[in-house]
């Protein structure tokens, strides 16, 4: 129903930075108090939480491996959520994905569980 999509991901070397966007595919939800949330999973591992941001305020909240190097942020008028990622490491490697949850409130974000809508995925490699 909510359709999200990235962009962004690539091939970068170790120390070396992207950012990540989200947008909502056919409509704007900005109107809705919502999280949308980065989640993130390497090949063979279990999906694991990054950072997410609360859509009306902007309150964030980030997993203690990415506080310092990544930032989330988003701009309303665009309906587009980021995510800046920054001295990057190779245990960084792995695709990203985009969701939001439209019923829990941030500090329920961190659970892959709770989010009620996610997008396609967009592969970050770091190199080392």
């Known amino acids: 129903q909510v359709h999200l999509v990235e962009s962004g991901g690539g091939l970068v070397q170790a120390g070396g930075s992207l950012r990540l966007s989200c947008t909502t595919a056919?409509?704007?939800?900005?109107?809705?108090?919502?999280?949308m949330a980065w989640f993130r999973q390497a090949p063979g591992k279990e999906q694991l939480f990054v950072a997410a941001?609360?859509?009306?305020?902007?309150?964030?909240k980030y997993a203690d491996s990415v506080k310092g190097r990544f930032t989330i942020s988003r701009d309303r008028a665009k309906d587009t959520g980021y995510l800046q990622l920054n001295s990057l490491k190779p245990e960084d490697t792995a695709v990203y994905y985009c969701?939001?949850?439209?019923?829990?409130?941030?500090?329920?974000?961190?659970?892959?569980?709770?989010?009620?809508?996610w997008g396609g995925g967009t592969l970050v490699a770091v190199s080392p």
């Open positions: 969701a939001a949850d439209f019923n829990n409130g941030l500090m329920a974000a961190t659970r892959p569980g709770v989010m009620d809508y």
């Open positions: 056919e409509r704007s939800y900005s109107h809705l108090n919502y999280v």
């Open positions: 941001i609360s859509w009306s305020d902007g309150i964030t």
